[in-house]
C-alpha cells in the first residue's frame, strides 16, 4: 500500500513527498476526451463503471500518490431540488436558484447513501479495483460554494446575489447553510464508509469572502462539517483559493490539512498556519504550459519552502486545465518524486 499521503495528512515523515492533483481526470487526458464523445459528464457520475474508468485513467497514467473518486461538486444540489445542467462551452448551470427563503424552505435534505448511492458504489467499486494499492480521495463542496452556485445559478465573479442574500436574508442565509451543512455532513460520511480513506472538502470561492463576513457567515458550518466528516477516521483537507488573507482563519475550521493557492507562497502559509497542520499545494496550474526546466524551477521551489518538514502534500492550487500538455503532468509528478527524494 502507497500510504504516502495518508502519512502527509497525519503529519508523519514521509519520502518521496506525495502528489495527486486537483482534476487530474478530465479533459486534458485523450481517454477521458474519447469517453465524452459518447456520454455527458452527469451520465458518467451516475454510472458507476463509468465513473470508475474515469478515475483510474490518471493513476493508471501517472505515478499519482492517490486517486480521487470521479463526481462533482453540484449533484448533492440537484439531489436537495434544483435542476442541474452542465452546457457545453458554459459550464454548470441551475434552472431554478435560490432567491428567497420559501426557496430555502422548500429545498430537501435527502440521504446521500440513497440520493448520491451512485457515487458510494462507484467508491465500492474504485476500492476493488485499486486492491489497497492506493488511497482513495472522496470529496464534496463546502457549503458555501454550493450555496453561491445554487443562489447564482452557475459561476460568477462578483457573487452579487450570493451576498445580497446573506446581507440582507440573514435567516435564508443560515437556513440555507444549515441544510447544505447537513447534506455535506453525510455525504462526506457516506463517503467514508463507502470506504474513501481522504476526505476533501472544495470551498473554492471562500476567497470571495472579507476575513470578518467569512467568519461571520461561514466559518461554524465548515467546521461543523469537518468535525462530522472526520469522526468518520478519514482525515479532511479544506481547500479554497485567494484565501491567503484568512488562512488563520480557515485554521480554526479544524482540518487535517489546508489547500492553498499559488497567491501565498508555501513558507508564508506554514509560517502563519504553524507546524500542526498539513499542507497541500501550490502550483500554479499554469505552470504546467512552461518548459520543462521552468516548470522544474517552480517544483524544486515549492519542494524547497516546504523544507522536508513532515506535513506537505504536492498539489496544484486550484484544478488542473482542459489545455494542459499532457506529456508535462507526467514529468511534473515525477519531478516531485525525484526532487524530494535525498
Ligand atoms: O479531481 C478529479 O479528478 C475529480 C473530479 C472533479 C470534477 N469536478 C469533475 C469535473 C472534481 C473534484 C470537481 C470539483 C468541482 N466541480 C469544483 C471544485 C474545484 C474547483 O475547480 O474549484 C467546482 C467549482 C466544480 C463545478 C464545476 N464542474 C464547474 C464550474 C465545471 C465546468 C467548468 C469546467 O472545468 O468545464 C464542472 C465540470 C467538470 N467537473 C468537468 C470535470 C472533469 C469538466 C466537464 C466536462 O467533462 O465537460
New binding site residues.
Given amino acids: 500500500m502507497n500510504d504516502r499521503l495518508l502519512k502527509a495528512c497525519r503529519l508523519e515523515p514521509v519520502e518521496p513527498t506525495p502528489v495527486w492533483?486537483?482534476?487530474?481526470?478530465?479533459?486534458y487526458m485523450a481517454e477521458?476526451?474519447r469517453l465524452?464523445e459518447k456520454y455527458?459528464?452527469l451520465q458518467?457520475?451516475k454510472t458507476p463503471e463509468l465513473a470508475v474508468e474515469?478515475?483510474l485513467q490518471?493513476i493508471n497514467a501517472f505515478d499519482l500518490d492517490a486517486a480521487?473518486?470521479?463526481?462533482?461538486?453540484?449533484p448533492p444540489l440537484e439531489a436537495m431540488g434544483l435542476s442541474l445542467e452542465?452546457i457545453?462551452g458554459?459550464?454548470?448551470v441551475i434552472h431554478n436558484p435560490l432567491r428567497s427563503a420559501a426557496d430555502v424552505a422548500a429545498l430537501s435534505v435527502p440521504d446521500p447513501r440513497e440520493s448520491l448511492s451512485f457515487t458510494m458504489q462507484a467508491i465500492r467499486l474504485v476500492q476493488r479495483e485499486l486492491a489497497g494499492r492506493l488511497p482513495l480521495?472522496g470529496?464534496s463542496?463546502a457549503p458555501f460554494?454550493l450555496a453561491s452556485?445554487a443562489i447564482e445559478g452557475?459561476?460568477t465573479r462578483s457573487f452579487v446575489l450570493t451576498k445580497s442574500l446573506m446581507y440582507k436574508q440573514s435567516e435564508a442565509w443560515h437556513g440555507l447553510m444549515d441544510k447544505l451543512t447537513t447534506m455535506v455532513s453525510d455525504y462526506l460520511k457516506a463517503q467514508a464508509e463507502a470506504g474513501a480513506q481522504v476526505l476533501?472538502l472544495?470551498d473554492?470561492?471562500a476567497g470571495a469572502l472579507s476575513p470578518a463576513d467569512y467568519r461571520r457567515y461561514v466559518l461554524p458550518y465548515s467546521r461543523r462539517v469537518i468535525q462530522t466528516a472526520r469522526s468518520s477516521g478519514a482525515p479532511v483537507i479544506h481547500?479554497g483559493?485567494g484565501t491567503s488573507g484568512m488562512l488563520e482563519t480557515i485554521k480554526e475550521a479544524g482540518s487535517d490539512v489546508i489547500g492553498v493557492d499559488w497567491r501565498v507562497s508555501l513558507a508564508d502559509a506554514r509560517r502563519r498556519l504553524g507546524d500542526d497542520v498539513a499542507i497541500q499545494g501550490n502550483l500554479d496550474p499554469v505552470a504546467l504550459f512552461a518548459p520543462l526546466p521552468e516548470l522544474e524551477r517552480h517544483v524544486a521551489d515549492i519542494l524547497s519552502q516546504a523544507g522536508g518538514r513532515p506535513g506537505h502534500i504536492f498539489n496544484l492550487g486550484?484544478?488542473?486545465?482542459?489545455q494542459t500538455p499532457v506529456e508535462h503532468v507526467a514529468a511534473l509528478v515525477d519531478m516531485v518524486h525525484d526532487i524530494s527524494t535525498s
Avoid at 480521487?68 to 453540484?74: C, G, N, T
Avoid at 486550484?318 to 482542459?322: A, M, R, T
Fill in positions: 492533483l486537483m482534476r487530474q481526470a478530465g479533459r477521458y476526451r465524452r455527458g459528464i458518467i457520475i474515469v478515475t490518471p480521487i473518486i470521479f463526481a462533482d461538486i453540484l452542465f457545453r458554459e459550464g454548470p480521495i470529496f463542496g460554494t452556485y452557475g459561476a476533501q472544495f473554492s470561492w481547500f483559493t486550484h484544478g488542473i486545465l482542459p
